[in-house]
């Protein structure tokens, strides 16, 4: 469907609109494009399809005729039939309710607007949500807090009798006999008691005006059946007011009125402070603990909270080591002793690969003889034990997870002694269905902390609160805290938030250059992204339907990401403090997903090296972002154990490039040196050398192996067009372990063997890979020089335009996850084979479309002058979200509001060059759009406008101070 970049969703472009409104770290609802109001996400988790019922309506009389409607458009026709709730007529929903004939929603972040139009209605009506957002000011921008401001003008030439209403039900009630609604200023709240055994259920959530001619209805009418719902629609459609005081009981729903009259031509505006408050989460992923929390008291019934979708199990139950909390947990899961009577033991298996730590054994006479592991996949797969040879012994199965890292879970189910493989019939050792584990036991026992209390809280001093807290629950006591700094400070937070985006859109760049930066800022206020009380950020990588997905702030990912440093400089520092510090043991080795709360990471899998070399580079950015050299002297020590334990790992024989076994983004090993994870390493010596050199620091070895890896990258990775792979399993450190052909049938073991011929599974080798320079677009947004021949990098970009980008993927072929890009929509692939070479199984995501690395590649084209490739990218991704769709403010990935996608940020500096360094006052600019052009810019101390007027700079300051002494524009010295 046509939609305008930058421009209005109407029609049916309107149909998958959501914006996002709420804090950073802090929950978050949407307004749709209809003006609805769904995806109400405040319990410091995801839920997606949480559409409670929320319905803000007008009644009109002009003297002669009345109505009342609903303030919304028509009903998007996908929520009619086909998803959860529809096969009962959507019962509980407004879909029924009268409502505005046209609709149209324009954002200008984080401001979103819709606007209604219906020829009944005399009046022109604009709903404006939005959301504190201030560069610079973490705090503020990060409440939990949303505005819906409704403005009425009267069209008709009569004097107009209205009342707005504000009208939901309880939807932070999960537990009828402990829910209550209780009264504030000019409002309601909801309110949602704890219980002993579930702290997390206390919640909150404010409706209030600044009107002082609001009525609140604190209890709509009790019944059974649609009793409440039909007659809050009575009293709305017949212009009523209801003053009804608080009940002790449970209240079904709530309301406020705002009667007011409009002369012709007038306006009124009823703003709607919305707050929250939901102070306790379960969520906890490692770290400490004093309990064998890995197998709970019971099997789990599939997927855990945080974790990508488990399949493969039998019946509703499994063990999930996962389920319980993530990673974090350990113990051992022991069954009572049997005698082996059948020739085989076979069961499903899945979760992390890690021997002897995370694993299932069989034990006989006290000793481990067949074990088995996961392949790192939560798809759990047969397994099969010969086990002939103890015919008649003892013995017991033991299920382990002794890991609190990466992939430090396993998946388990369906454990039959049989005598016949092939069917697996035989007796049932273990099917983990019901609410025990019977009589099999954990090790240590599962028991209660006698010093922990149920809300983390801890009576004794060697324990601290373990579970994760919002960051407002530092700032404020209570949800009346929060409501009220929120309306004593509305007019300043709005004004300070209408000066950024004012700021944002006073621009020339391309309006679909600004439509994919507006619409990925938007992931900075969803469940993606958590704060905790110390004031840091921790992110899931994105979020499933009901929780986040892929945790701990995944430094592989979060590399891509180029908000956040610019717009929060000190967030984005917060981050680097948890991957130097807790996520970094003494000898360098980085877990790539961090623990919430932030304690100590176990190191029992692999370090990622596109992750912990970027690290190394994103200090040096945040270093030149903020000026802040002390800050460089105390975390360079831990720069320097980093990229050592990198030489000595992937590089232990000096040779400039990454020859070792190394894990990245793709979720696998590389194996032989490539240009993707070299490119990174490239970067990261340099930064270092940097950094060294202006601390006064030895930096020689970093020198000498930076020369090398220029070198390497040159002439062993480049074959004249693009950089690639060279695939290696001889000469290593590591082993390689072919398959084992005999494990699949006889129609498979010939692939199997040439699987074999061509290395390990899942490499790129001679591919042209849409990442293979990404380790120099990064070292550009970093502040960092190529170094590499700019020609060369050029000629790799414009492969990747060249193979990866097809205008037309009908054809195309991809058996991974085909929902991100399909059929005629255009797209970037992550990888093609030009000349041939492509593995019967490449890596896992080969033949897929990211939004994130398509923003990065867009922006190196740019920076490397290739403006219109670039913005041809730029035009596929933004096509595909259009609305009609996909949610245009909904990049997904691996979930929902994927940070990768933040990327697009990157088109900025693309584009313009533009770059404030503070630690030389430096303004730099490097235009690819002309002698004259406006854009925004951020810094850690101010915000404002810049750009090129007649080829000469200039600087708007909006916010703050921007201390400026040298100006670069193209490498030479100027003024403004």
């Avoid at 019962?91 to 607007?113: I, N, Q, V």
């Avoid at 493989?421 to 025990?436: M, N, Q, R």
């Avoid at 202006?694 to 020369?707: C, I, K, P, Q, R």
């Amino acid at each position: 469907m046509n939609h305008e970049y930058n421009g209005p969703y109407e029609g049916k472009n309107l149909d998958k609109v959501a914006f996002p409104i709420g804090g950073i770290g802090s929950g978050m609802f949407c307004l749709e494009g209809s003006g609805a109001i769904s995806h109400m996400s405040v319990r410091n988790t995801m839920e997606f399809f949480n559409e409670p019922t929320i319905f803000p309506a007008i009644y009109v009389n002009d003297g002669t005729s009345a109505t009342a409607k609903v303030l919304e458009g028509p009903i998007p026709v996908w929520k009619v039939f086909g998803h959860g709730g529809t096969s009962n007529g959507s019962a509980g929903k407004t879909y029924g309710l009268p409502r505005f004939e046209k609709a149209s929603f324009k954002d200008r972040f984080p401001f979103g607007t819709v606007r209604l139009s219906d020829k009944d209605v005399p009046l022109d009506v604009t709903i404006t949500g939005w959301n504190p957002f201030t560069p610079g000011n973490a705090d503020d921008s990060s409440l939990p807090v949303g505005a819906l401001e409704y403005k009425f003008t009267n069209t008709s030439s009569k004097r107009l009798q209205s009342v707005f209403s504000f009208n939901t039900v309880n939807f932070i009630s999960l537990k009828k006999d402990s829910d209550r609604i209780v009264a504030v200023d000019n409002g309601f709240i909801l309110t949602q008691a704890a219980s002993e055994n579930a702290p997390e259920h206390e919640g909150y959530f404010a409706v209030t005006t600044a009107d002082s001619k609001t009525v609140v209805d604190h209890c709509w009418f009790r019944g059974g059946w649609w009793d409440p719902f039909t007659v809050a629609w009575n009293t709305i459609e017949t212009g009523r007011v209801v003053n009804n005081p608080p009940q002790d009981v449970s209240a079904p729903g709530a309301s406020l009125f705002v009667p007011f009259e409009l002369a012709p031509g007038e306006s009124k505006t009823v703003q709607v402070m919305l707050s929250w408050y939901v102070p306790n989460n379960p969520l906890k992923i490692g770290g400490p603990t004093k309990e064998a929390t890995a197998f709970g008291t019971a099997p789990a019934t599939g997927t855990g909270d945080g974790q990508a979708a488990v399949n493969g199990f039998v019946g509703t139950g499994l063990v999930n080591t996962f389920a319980p909390g993530g990673d974090g947990q350990t113990g051992t899961l022991v069954s009572p002793e049997f005698q082996i009577l059948e020739k085989y033991i076979q069961f499903r298996i899945g979760g992390g690969s890690h021997e002897e730590k995370v694993c299932i054994n069989l034990r006989v006479d006290g000793e481990v003889v067949r074990t088995a592991t996961g392949k790192n996949s939560e798809d759990l797969t047969l397994e099969t034990w010969d086990v002939s040879d103890y015919s008649g012994k003892t013995a017991q199965i033991e299920i382990v997870d002794q890991v609190q890292g990466g992939w430090g879970h396993l998946l388990i189910d369906h454990i039959v002694m049989t005598g016949d493989p092939d069917t697996g019939e035989g007796k049932i050792l273990a099917d983990f269905e019901g609410g025990s584990y019977g009589e099999w036991t954990t090790d240590p026992p599962e028991a209660a902390s006698e010093s922990c209390g149920t809300d983390g809280s801890c009576e004794s001093a060697e324990c601290e609160p373990t579970s994760y807290q919002p960051w407002y629950v530092s700032k404020f006591d209570t949800i009346k805290e929060v409501n009220r700094y929120w309306k004593r400070n509305y007019a300043r937070l709005k004004a300070e938030t209408q000066t950024f985006t004012d700021a944002f859109y006073d621009t020339t760049l391309p309006p679909e250059v600004v439509e994919a930066i507006a619409a990925n800022l938007t992931i900075l206020k969803s469940p993606t992204l958590l704060r905790l009380t110390n004031g840091r950020i921790w992110g899931w990588e994105g979020c499933s339907d009901g929780n986040g997905c892929c945790h701990g702030s995944c430094t592989h990912v979060w590399n891509y990401a180029q908000a956040i440093p610019h717009l929060f400089p000190a967030l984005e520092r917060s981050l680097r403090q948890t991957e130097f510090n807790e996520s970094q043991n003494a000898n360098g080795h980085q877990t790539f997903r961090s623990n919430i709360p932030n304690t100590e990471s176990d190191h029992g899998f692999y370090a990622a090296a596109d992750g912990q070399l970027g690290g190394i580079m994103k200090v040096y950015r945040e270093w030149r972002i903020s000026g802040d050299t002390e800050w460089l002297k105390e975390i360079w020590p831990k720069v320097r154990t980093s990229l050592d334990y990198c030489i000595k790992t992937w590089d232990p024989r000096h040779t400039g490039a990454l020859e070792e076994p190394h894990h990245n983004t793709y979720d696998i090993e590389y194996w032989g040196p490539n240009g993707h994870c070299t490119s990174f390493y490239n970067g990261a010596l340099n930064a270092a050398v940097k950094m060294g050199e202006a601390l006064g620091d030895d930096v020689a070895e970093y020198t000498e192996l930076l020369g090398k890896s220029l070198v390497y990258l040159e002439e062993k990775l480049y074959n004249g067009e693009y950089f690639y792979q060279q695939v290696m399993t001889e000469g290593l450190d590591a082993e390689f372990e072919p398959l084992d052909a005999d494990f699949n049938g006889e129609g498979y073991q010939a692939i199997a063997e040439e699987i074999n011929t061509q290395g390990p599974k899942y490499q790129y080798g001679t591919g042209c890979l849409s990442d293979g320079v990404l380790g120099f677009w990064i070292a550009r947004a970093c502040g960092l020089d190529e170094l590499m021949d700019s020609e060369k990098i050029a000629s790799h970009l414009e492969a990747v335009h060249k193979y990866n980008f097809k205008e037309d993927l009908y054809d195309h072929a991809n058996p991974q996850r085909p929902s991100y890009a399909l059929g005629h929509e255009a797209g970037l692939l992550i990888c093609s084979w030009p000349n041939g070479g492509k593995p019967i199984l490449p890596f896992v995501y080969s033949d897929e479309v990211w939004t994130g690395i398509e923003y990065q590649v867009a922006s190196h084209l740019m920076m490397h002058g290739q403006v219109k490739a670039g913005l041809e990218i730029v035009r596929a991704c933004r096509d595909r979200y259009d609305g009609y769709t996909r949610n245009p403010f909904n990049e997904y990935e691996c979930g929902h509001w994927y940070a990768r996608a933040m990327s697009s940020y990157g088109l900025l500096q693309g584009l313009t060059g533009l770059r404030y360094d503070a630690v030389d006052k430096s303004l730099f600019i490097e235009s690819k759009v002309g002698d004259d052009f406006r854009a925004f810019l951020s810094t850690a101390d101010g915000f404002g406008v810049a750009g090129l007027k007649n080829g000469k700079p200039f600087v708007e300051v909006r916010n703050g101070n921007i201390n400026i002494k040298h100006v670069y524009v193209s490498g030479v010295k100027t003024r403004l």
